[in-house]
Nanobody, 127 residues
C-alpha cells in the first residue's frame, strides 16, 4: 500500500523554526517529484514548495516562504523534509506532502498533478 506520512508539526512561537517530514512507505521516492502544500482555515490549499525527482537539484518556493523555508530529500531514508525558519503566524496551516512519479517539474506547483497525498500535519505559529 502506497502511503505518505507527515510528521514534525506542532506549536512554535513567531520567529521560531520547525522541520516537517514526509516519509513514504510501499514505494520508493526516487522517481517522484514531491510537493509541500498547506491549507489554513477558511482558505484554499496552496503550494509551499516542490522538489524534483532523483537528486532533487531543482526546487521551487512560494514567494511567501522564499528565504525562510528549505525543501530537501533523502532518498536513502525515503523521506522529504521542509525546514521552516523565521515562522510567522500566517504560516499556521495544515501541511501536506504529495508525490507524483515522473512529474514535469514545470507543473510541480499544481495540486491536481499529484496522485499520492499524506494526511497532513498541523503547524501553529503563535505566542
Amino acid at each position: 500500500q502506497l502511503q505518505l506520512v507527515e510528521s514534525g508539526g506542532g506549536l512554535v512561537q513567531p520567529g521560531g523554526s520547525l522541520t516537517v517530514s514526509c516519509a513514504a512507505s510501499g514505494f520508493t521516492l526516487d522517481d517522484y517529484a514531491i510537493g509541500w502544500f498547506r491549507q489554513a482555515p477558511g482558505k484554499e490549499r496552496e503550494v509551499v514548495s516542490c522538489i524534483s525527482r532523483r537528486d532533487g537539484e531543482v526546487t521551487n518556493y512560494a514567494d511567501s516562504v522564499k528565504g525562510r523555508f528549505t525543501i530537501s530529500r533523502d532518498n536513502a531514508k525515503n523521506t522529504v523534509y521542509l525546514q521552516m525558519n523565521s515562522l510567522k503566524p500566517e504560516d499556521t496551516a495544515i501541511y501536506y506532502c504529495a508525490a507524483r512519479r515522473h512529474l514535469l517539474f514545470s507543473r510541480c506547483a499544481l495540486s491536481n498533478m499529484y496522485d499520492h497525498w499524506g494526511q497532513g500535519t498541523q503547524v501553529t505559529v503563535s505566542s
